[in-house]
């Protein structure tokens, strides 16, 4: 089966600072890999897929993700954080049927 | 498309008592997933359905849980005899095949057990 480790449980940074969060998935076999964001007391929403070609993955507010399928890792990254990116982030592989998840890294921007 | 619809959002009840989450997907997707989160955790995989039938369910669903989509479209997730560790976040996704597209979330039910 699949499994997801995010490597950091808390990363905190300043604003307009740039910021990785880590991801590391354990197949070797094609997969899609996902970034959800998640706000206090909300749903999960999408940041961004890799699903096949390009290995830079553009998603919304300013996110990206690179898909290094020989260090099978998923990293996300933004150069510029703001306040509001405060959150929950986590890191998904599909198996193939569902989703497996990381245990989440909690990102907060301090002023 | 108002996208994943999850009721009650928050839900209190006693230890023993039952009680029954509603998750209503988006109409397009043929497939519902339900996932529990409890504080500090990634979101655990709980089972799956494709339509009305239930294809996958992980060990983490004991025999208290139960959940059907009768008619392929809402699906419902009870649990019966309630117990202090079954506090957390429910949560419901659908998607259109195996999820190439993305997943889709919606808000989650918060179940607390007194």
């Known amino acids: 089966a699949q499994s997801v480790t995010q490597l950091d449980s808390q990363v905190p940074v300043f604003e307009e600072a740039p910021v990785e969060l880590r991801c590391n998935y354990s197949?070797?076999?094609?997969?899609?890999l996902f970034w959800y964001v998640q706000y206090p007391n909300q749903g999960l929403q999408l940041l961004l897929k890799?699903?096949?070609?390009?290995?830079l993955v553009k998603g919304i507010n300013g996110f990206e993700a690179e898909f290094n399928k020989s260090q099978t890792s998923f990293h996300l990254r933004k150069p510029s954080v703001h306040i509001s990116d405060t959150a929950e982030y986590f890191c998904?592989?599909?198996?193939?049927?569902?989703?497996?998840f990381g245990t989440g890294t909690r990102l907060q921007v301090f002023p | 498309d108002t996208g994943v619809s999850q009721n009650p959002r928050h839900k209190i009840t006693k230890r023993g008592q039952n009680v029954t989450f509603r998750c209503d997907p988006i109409s397009e997707h043929n497939r519902l997933y339900w996932y529990r989160q409890t504080l500090g955790q990634g979101p655990e995989f709980l089972t799956y359905?494709?339509?009305?039938?239930?294809?996958?369910k992980s060990r983490l669903l004991s025999d208290r849980f139960s959940a059907e989509r009768p008619k392929g479209s809402f699906s419902t997730l009870e649990i019966q005899r309630t117990e202090q560790g079954d506090s957390a976040m429910y949560l419901c996704?659908?998607?259109f095949g195996q999820g190439a597209y993305g997943y889709t979330f919606g808000s989650g039910t918060r179940l607390t057990v007194v």
């Open positions: 998904a592989v599909s198996d193939p049927d569902k989703l497996i």
């Open positions: 359905f494709q339509n009305e039938a239930q294809l996958e």
């Open positions: 890799y699903l096949s070609g390009s290995t």
């Open positions: 197949s070797s076999v094609s997969v899609y």
């Open positions: 996704a659908s998607s």
